[in-house]
């Protein structure tokens, strides 16, 4: 059984780019969940995404969207980078809504610095 | 809303030595409550968690927490401290039809002492 991967896990853009962050949901997981932590804070949800459709957002802007293919993993694109979005985006999947009542399997992380 | 409270944001303590980690929480019906474990540079580990039932929840690698509904609190235990448990800690809050959705706290650093 294939943990969660995400890729890459460093990069770095300039303000005003725009970045595509990969996920791939361990082996039979319908459902991903993707996080922001900031530097010293805990994660703040982004989104979810649950047989391919989006399922709920946070409080983030329009500029953060996300895909999720067939094979069930994803995509969190950001446009237009700002500085205060340097931090490491997890992306976590499950199974399920309920997720196997919250069994969240997360990702090492992708650490995105914008300067 | 739903909100998570971790008022230590580091603790140390020696090793061999008890800790408890605490935690306050916020939310309108009943809390599905988490306990995850973050090593520098990792994703974030699910330690223990709590639907229903018995409030004295058992976890992953000798770690316990209480769930105290009249305290709104969640706190972490273990009896005794590896220098492995150094790391960050974190307390979240999901809704019981979508753990997907949780709320994190801020986390608290432990330092383990040797």
């Known amino acids: 059984e294939t943990g969660v991967t995400q890729s890459p896990t460093h990069l770095i853009k300039t303000r005003g780019q725009q970045v595509t962050l990969r996920c791939s949901s361990q082996s039979g997981h319908n459902t991903v969940s993707w996080y922001q932590q900031a530097l010293g804070q805990g994660p703040q949800f982004i989104f979810q995404y649950y047989r391919e459709e989006e399922n709920g957002r946070g409080n983030f802007p329009p500029r953060f969207s996300g895909l999720q293919f067939p094979n069930y993993s994803s995509e969190l694109n950001v446009n237009a980078l700002e500085l205060d979005d340097s931090a490491l985006y997890l992306c976590?999947?499950?199974?399920?809504?309920?997720?196997?009542?919250?069994?969240?399997?997360f990702g090492e992380g992708s650490r995105l610095t914008v300067l | 809303a739903q909100s998570v409270t971790q008022p230590d944001i580091h603790i140390t303590v020696s090793e061999g030595a008890s800790l408890e980690l605490r935690c306050n929480y916020s939310?309108?019906?009943?809390?599905?409550l988490f306990w995850y474990v973050q090593s520098p540079g990792q994703g974030l580990q699910l330690l223990l968690k709590y639907f229903s039932g018995d409030t004295l929840v058992q976890g992953i690698k000798g770690f316990e927490a209480e769930f105290k509904r009249s305290q709104s609190s969640f706190n972490l235990r273990k009896p005794s401290v590896h220098w492995s448990d150094a790391a960050e800690y974190f307390c979240?809050?999901?809704?019981?039809?979508?753990?997907?959705?949780?709320?994190f706290g801020d986390g608290t650093t432990l330092t383990v002492k040797p």
């Open positions: 979240a809050v999901g809704a019981n039809t979508n753990a997907g959705k949780s709320t």
């Open positions: 976590a999947s499950s199974s399920g809504l309920a997720g196997a009542r919250g069994e969240l399997f």
């Open positions: 939310y309108g019906a009943t809390p599905y």
